[in-house]
């Protein structure tokens, strides 16, 4: 596979080692999307990374300097890994069920971690997060408590795990035979056994973003999210996420207070959180929450605008229990110019194996080109599942006005191929560019 990123000497390059690092060893136990910044924060710093899991091809691999197969979800080997492996701190990476886990093992550890396991299960969990929206007055749709409860009236309403993520087990239900299949998938799908059902709205939505530190939540950008749908599974998923939403200011004016008012009744002083929240019209509805980084790479618009390395900062916090936000090494090359929006465009495949990946390094040759980070790599069987498990990489880039996002878009299609067994295109086009409309 061609690499994701630029050779690039970086603004950064001018950040100076903290001394407080140097000979400290990391295990890390997610995060391939951004390995580059993983590794290159551990270079400049000092630092040994230890890579573990069971899927040998996952990308921390080929950053680590130590590797061990060792499953990440099981506390009792990770709990031994750490002692005879000397390990100083643990970035948990992006993975919900590995972070689950991992914070309660290394709260019994007394080891730096963002979050207790108590705070992650109340944020995790859809149904106790919409109960505590509407203790702190933060808007949400009307929920079910059974299928028995929904009239003919309520149709449609949708089915999803009250624990998944990533549209996994998403279904949109016109008619009860449909409300009975859907919530049968959820209910297969989630860890907990666990459904939801809601009241369907349009899915036009914008994601908030925070990071905090010392207790202080600090604002981190508000993108706008295009949905798209899988006419099989019915199912919606992003096909698009552009920084810095119009809607800014008026959504700030009208929740943030509130969103502080329950970040602090949880007691969370560290880490960073996304919250996804529908509007119709001039209506929001809070929908589920991240307390993580976002799996389209939010990390880069969020340094991009706000100069915030997110990655960096949780990587300290870490290895040292010190909060700190600023004074990090930025993530975005000097060769990217300042523009007004930021852009991140998934590629979708159609089902079938990738056997090559090609056009990555001519599009990382375009001037308003961040950065291409690869989700699949060759080998991986794409399935039919309707979910963001079919993207293959995610093109991130900068624009000023609706004709360069257009283009950009039309370019990246020219230049990626993913190739299929039978030497075919899997690239999937699931937005309309000629029925797009910017919010």
């Known amino acids: 596979m061609q690499p994701s990123f630029r050779m690039y000497k970086s603004r950064s390059d001018r950040y100076r080692m903290n001394q407080n690092l140097r000979g400290k060893r990391l295990l890390i136990l997610g995060g391939s999307l951004w390995k580059k910044a993983t590794?290159?924060?551990?270079e400049q710093n000092g630092i040994t990374l230890i890579a573990t899991g069971n899927d040998k091809r996952a990308g921390i691999f080929e950053i680590a300097d130590e590797k061990h197969y060792v499953n990440s979800i099981d506390p009792l080997e990770m709990k031994q890994l750490i002692a005879t492996s000397k390990i100083d701190g643990v970035y948990m990476g992006g993975s919900e069920t590995v972070i689950s886990q991992a914070s309660k093992y290394l709260n019994e550890l007394n080891m730096p971690c963002y979050c207790t396991h108590t705070q992650w299960k109340q944020l995790q969990d859809k149904g106790n997060f919409k109960e505590l929206c509407v203790r702190f007055g933060l808007p949400v749709v009307r929920?079910?408590?059974n299928i028995h409860e929904v009239g003919l009236h309520d149709f449609p309403v949708i089915t999803k795990p009250s624990d998944g993520c990533g549209s996994s087990g998403f279904s949109v239900c016109d008619n009860y035979e449909e409300l009975k299949i859907g919530y049968k998938l959820a209910e297969s799908l989630s860890p907990a056994g666990s459904v939801l059902i809601e009241k369907f709205v349009p899915n036009d939505s914008v994601v908030v973003f925070y990071t905090i530190s010392k207790g202080k939540i600090i604002f981190s950008g508000l993108e706008d999210k295009y949905s798209v749908r899988y006419p099989k599974q019915g199912s919606y998923v992003g096909g698009l996420f552009i920084f810095k939403s119009k809607r800014t200011n008026e959504?700030?004016?009208?929740?943030e207070q509130n969103i502080t008012k329950m970040i602090e009744?949880?007691?969370?002083?560290e880490g960073n959180f996304w919250i996804e929240v529908f509007h119709d019209g001039d209506e929001y509805y809070f929908n589920e929450v991240g307390f993580r980084y976002g799996g389209s790479c939010s990390?880069?618009?969020i340094n991009y605008f706000y100069g915030i390395n997110q990655v960096a900062s949780d990587i300290n916090f870490a290895l040292t229990g010190e909060s700190r936000i600023w004074g990090f090494n930025s993530l975005i090359p000097d060769t990217v110019p300042h523009k007004k929006y930021y852009a991140i465009?998934?590629?979708y495949c159609i089902p079938g194996k990738i056997t090559a990946i090609t056009g990555i390094n001519e599009l990382m040759h375009r001037k308003n080109m961040i950065n291409v980070p690869v989700i699949r790599d060759t080998g991986t069987i794409i399935s039919d599942t309707g979910t963001f498990s079919q993207v293959v990489a995610l093109a991130h880039f900068v624009y000023d006005s609706e004709l360069e996002l257009k283009s950009t878009i039309k370019f990246i299609h020219q230049a990626i191929?993913?190739?299929g067994e039978g030497g075919q295109d899997l690239v999937a086009k699931m937005l309309d560019l000629s029925t797009l409309r910017l919010k």
Do not use: E, M, V
Not at 39 to 42: C, E, G, I, P, Q
Not at 265 to 269: D, M, P
């Open 345 to 347: 465009y998934p590629i």
């Open 39 to 42: 590794k290159d924060f551990a």
């Open 417 to 419: 191929k993913i190739i």
């Open 251 to 255: 959504f700030r004016q009208k929740f």
């Open 265 to 269: 009744f949880l007691g969370i002083t």
């Open 299 to 301: 990390i880069y618009p």
């Open 143 to 145: 929920k079910f408590n």
